[in-house]
């Protein structure tokens, strides 16, 4: 009986493991194996296993070795920051990116105290959904923890569609918007204010514009409001930078000439100026780059002639003055003067990826996009350099993974401690991402700062890219915790973030759901330039037909011919409504009558 029963059981964990089969084989690897030790941790990251902490020779460790399974090759990695005290018998976890220390025995008592180390490396994610074409002078701008590409050019076509990455869910789409889109743009900007991005400038192969169009990124609307004041010449190549509602514009190739003039949209009062600036200013140059850091605008490179310029100047925005950066006194090595780079500001620190130094043009985007957009891939480089602005140091820090490929006029954005680089000549179809391990000092930074304004921004200021509405929406239960945030530490920073999101969405304008039938009646009546306007005063198309050419005036539509033209339209929704309602009555009134009589309403 017994037997039987042992029998049995093996009959059934036979059958649990089904076809399954294991085998034990010893690995042969590379390199300098660790040291000989006991009650260690191992933790896998992708390919990778780190053997960390443990005891040898009844001396506790606190050391990281590296095994890369893909060569079975060990290395020590040097990691920055304070390790943990030597220990044993600690637990370590996988959260994302990070690995997770906890407790363990350094041979005199049990510890408590909680370590993580933050994996940095470059990945290519394997991104699912509609994805763009590869494509050069687009942008790429993050709107929370999503990036919103728009237009640029690919094998010489221009284009004017509209994309959505979602890291967290791995995922590229196509959103549904309404209103008008612009005509195809290359070399354009896209600033993001609150939550809606300003697009200005740019060209489409044939000519260069100055045309100023929004999205709204809750509302998924295009408008095309109009400014007061003289807008900047057309131009294409220039930069812009938002600051709370200013909206700075700077340089760029138009007129058969280069610009180095600073002009600012007031994005509240909807005008242009041009400010008094002191200082001596950076040179007219297109393909530069300008980024907000640390409040003030730092401009970094450029073209002119055809030539790369080694400039590095910041702008205080409250004084409009220009400074000149990266003095004598400043530490590390200069990098190297590059024009059609990326840019992205995490914390204090200034990245730079990519760009050409042009040393030779293989003439491609010169034929198809003018003198200014000679192609200069020959002197593209993939190497990335940070600029220190607290500390006044310049580094060039090595990641592993495998990095984008050479290639200049790329998209490059940042969202917490994470870097998305996208497109450029030369580049692959594929997002590219770098972990630089920085989330934890960008959250405490941002905390501090926030702290510091006393929590809260100014009314009708704008947040900055990480504390803009999250129009994208939530991720789908489930999905892959694999983009932004990833880590631990990420979402600590996320967390932080998204209290941010929900104070900016607040009093924000009209409930999405309600806004297409606004822009469709604004639509049809070639008003589309006014949608802005009527969602940001929370007027839906009921709020609407209730107005008078005197309430119309008041809201802000000043055109007498705008406001005549929605009066009638409104007069004209009344009639039809009253009609309709007349309509509806006598049906009633005949139900009635057939009910009174016995018979039935369909005998009339």
């Given at each position: 009986?017994?037997?039987?029963?042992?029998?049995?059981?093996?009959?059934?964990?036979?059958s649990?493991?089904?076809?399954l089969?294991?085998?034990?084989?010893t690995?042969?690897?590379?390199?300098?194996?660790?040291?000989?030790?006991?009650r260690?941790?191992?933790?896998?990251?992708?390919?990778?296993?780190?053997?960390?902490?443990?005891?040898?020779?009844?001396?506790?460790?606190?050391?990281?070795?590296?095994?890369?399974?893909?060569?079975?090759?060990w290395?020590h990695?040097?990691?920055?920051?304070?390790?943990?005290?030597?220990?044993m018998?600690?637990?370590?976890?996988?959260?994302?990116?990070?690995?997770?220390?906890?407790?363990?025995?350094?041979?005199?008592?049990?510890?408590?105290?909680?370590h993580?180390?933050t994996?940095?490396?470059?990945?290519?994610?394997?991104?699912?959904?509609?994805?763009?074409?590869?494509?050069?002078?687009?942008?790429?701008?993050?709107?929370?923890?999503?990036?919103?590409?728009?237009?640029?050019?690919?094998?010489?076509?221009?284009?004017?569609?509209?994309?959505?990455?979602?890291?967290?869910t791995?995922?590229?789409?196509?959103?549904?918007?309404y209103?008008?889109?612009?005509?195809?743009?290359?070399?354009?900007?896209?600033?993001?204010?609150?939550?809606?991005?300003?697009?200005w400038g740019?060209?489409?192969?044939?000519?260069?514009r100055?045309?100023l169009?929004?999205?709204d990124?809750?509302?998924?609307?295009?408008?095309?409001?109009?400014?007061?004041?003289?807008?900047?010449?057309?131009?294409?190549?220039?930069?812009?930078?938002?600051?709370?509602?200013k909206?700075?514009?700077?340089?760029?190739?138009?007129?058969?000439?280069?610009?180095n003039?600073?002009?600012?949209?007031?994005?509240?009062?909807?005008?242009?100026?041009r400010?008094?600036?002191?200082?001596?200013?950076?040179?007219?140059?297109?393909?530069?780059?300008?980024?907000?850091?640390?409040?003030?605008?730092v401009?970094?490179?450029g073209?002119?002639?055809?030539?790369?310029?080694?400039?590095?100047?910041?702008?205080?925005?409250?004084?409009?003055?220009w400074?000149?950066?990266?003095?004598?006194?400043?530490?590390?090595?200069?990098?190297?003067?590059?024009?059609?780079?990326g840019?992205a500001?995490?914390?204090?620190?200034?990245?730079?990826?990519?760009?050409?130094?042009?040393?030779?043009?293989?003439?491609?985007?010169?034929?198809?996009?003018?003198?200014?957009?000679?192609?200069?891939?020959?002197?593209?480089?993939?190497?990335?350099a940070?600029?220190?602005?607290?500390?006044?140091?310049?580094?060039?820090?090595?990641?592993?993974?495998?990095?984008?490929?050479?290639?200049?006029?790329?998209?490059?954005?940042?969202?917490?401690?994470?870097?998305?680089?996208?497109?450029?000549?030369?580049?692959?179809?594929?997002?590219?991402l770098?972990?630089?391990?920085l989330?934890?000092?960008?959250?405490?930074?941002?905390?501090?700062a926030?702290?510091?304004?006393?929590?809260?921004a100014?009314?009708?200021?704008?947040?900055?890219?990480?504390?803009?509405p999250?129009?994208?929406?939530?991720?789908?239960?489930?999905?892959?915790?694999?983009?932004?945030?990833?880590?631990?530490?990420?979402?600590?920073s996320?967390?932080?973030?998204?209290?941010?999101?929900?104070?900016?969405?607040?009093?924000?304008?009209?409930?999405?759901s309600?806004?297409?039938?606004?822009?469709?009646?604004?639509?049809?009546?070639?008003?589309?330039?006014?949608?802005?306007?009527?969602?940001?005063?929370?007027?839906?198309?009921?709020?609407?037909?209730?107005?008078?050419?005197q309430?119309?005036?008041?809201?802000?539509?000043?055109?007498?011919?705008?406001?005549?033209?929605?009066?009638?339209?409104?007069?004209?929704?009344?009639?039809?409504m009253?009609?309709?309602?007349?309509?509806?009555?006598?049906?009633?009134?005949?139900?009635?009558?057939t009910?009174?009589?016995?018979?039935?309403?369909?005998?009339?």
């Amino acid at each position: 009986g017994g037997g039987g029963g042992g029998g049995g059981g093996g009959e059934s964990e036979a059958s649990a493991t089904g076809s399954l089969a294991l085998r034990w084989a010893t690995l042969h690897t590379h390199g300098r194996a660790p040291a000989a030790r006991a009650r260690p941790n191992l933790v896998a990251l992708d390919e990778l296993l780190f053997l960390i902490c443990g005891v040898s020779d009844g001396r506790p460790l606190n050391t990281v070795e590296l095994l890369d399974t893909r060569t079975l090759t060990w290395s020590h990695p040097v990691v920055e920051g304070m390790p943990p005290t030597p220990r044993m018998g600690a637990t370590a976890t996988r959260v994302g990116t990070d690995v997770c220390i906890f407790g363990g025995s350094d041979g005199k008592g049990s510890l408590a105290d909680l370590h993580v180390m933050t994996c940095v490396s470059w990945s290519t994610p394997k991104w699912r959904g509609d994805k763009p074409k590869p494509r050069v002078g687009h942008t790429l701008t993050a709107v929370g923890a999503r990036m919103w590409m728009l237009g640029g050019a690919s094998q010489g076509v221009a284009h004017n569609d509209l994309y959505v990455l979602d890291p967290a869910t791995q995922a590229w789409s196509k959103p549904h918007m309404y209103g008008t889109c612009p005509e195809a743009l290359v070399g354009h900007s896209t600033t993001l204010v609150g939550c809606e991005l300003f697009i200005w400038g740019g060209g489409d192969g044939k000519a260069v514009r100055h045309d100023l169009h929004v999205v709204d990124t809750i509302h998924k609307t295009w408008s095309a409001p109009v400014a007061a004041g003289q807008p900047p010449n057309a131009r294409l190549g220039h930069s812009a930078v938002a600051e709370r509602s200013k909206l700075l514009l700077f340089g760029g190739y138009g007129a058969r000439q280069y610009w180095n003039e600073l002009v600012v949209l007031e994005t509240g009062s909807m005008a242009w100026h041009r400010p008094h600036t002191s200082g001596r200013p950076p040179l007219a140059c297109v393909l530069h780059s300008a980024t907000m850091v640390a409040g003030r605008m730092v401009v970094c490179g450029g073209c002119l002639d055809e030539r790369p310029i080694d400039q590095l100047l910041e702008l205080d925005i409250p004084s409009f003055t220009w400074t000149v950066l990266g003095q004598s006194t400043w530490r590390g090595e200069r990098p190297r003067a590059r024009f059609g780079h990326g840019a992205a500001a995490i914390g204090s620190r200034l990245f730079l990826f990519g760009g050409t130094i042009g040393v030779s043009a293989d003439g491609h985007l010169k034929k198809t996009f003018g003198d200014a957009y000679g192609g200069y891939r020959g002197g593209a480089t993939n190497d990335l350099a940070v600029i220190d602005l607290a500390q006044q140091t310049y580094s060039q820090p090595h990641y592993v993974g495998p990095k984008p490929p050479p290639s200049y006029r790329v998209g490059m954005q940042a969202v917490g401690g994470k870097l998305f680089v996208w497109g450029g000549v030369g580049a692959s179809a594929h997002a590219t991402l770098l972990d630089t391990g920085l989330a934890a000092a960008v959250s405490r930074e941002e905390m501090s700062a926030a702290a510091a304004a006393g929590g809260t921004a100014a009314a009708g200021g704008a947040p900055d890219a990480g504390g803009a509405p999250d129009a994208g929406g939530a991720p789908a239960a489930g999905a892959p915790d694999a983009g932004a945030p990833r880590g631990l530490v990420d979402r600590a920073s996320a967390m932080q973030r998204s209290l941010h999101t929900h104070e900016a969405a607040e009093g924000k304008g009209l409930h999405p759901s309600k806004a297409p039938a606004l822009i469709g009646m604004l639509q049809e009546l070639g008003l589309n330039k006014y949608s802005r306007l009527l969602l940001h005063q929370e007027i839906d198309v009921e709020s609407l037909l209730e107005m008078g050419e005197q309430d119309l005036r008041d809201i802000g539509i000043h055109a007498v011919g705008a406001r005549r033209k929605l009066a009638v339209a409104i007069h004209r929704e009344r009639l039809r409504m009253q009609g309709r309602d007349e309509a509806a009555s006598r049906g009633d009134e005949r139900g009635e009558e057939t009910l009174a009589v016995g018979g039935s309403a369909a005998g009339f």
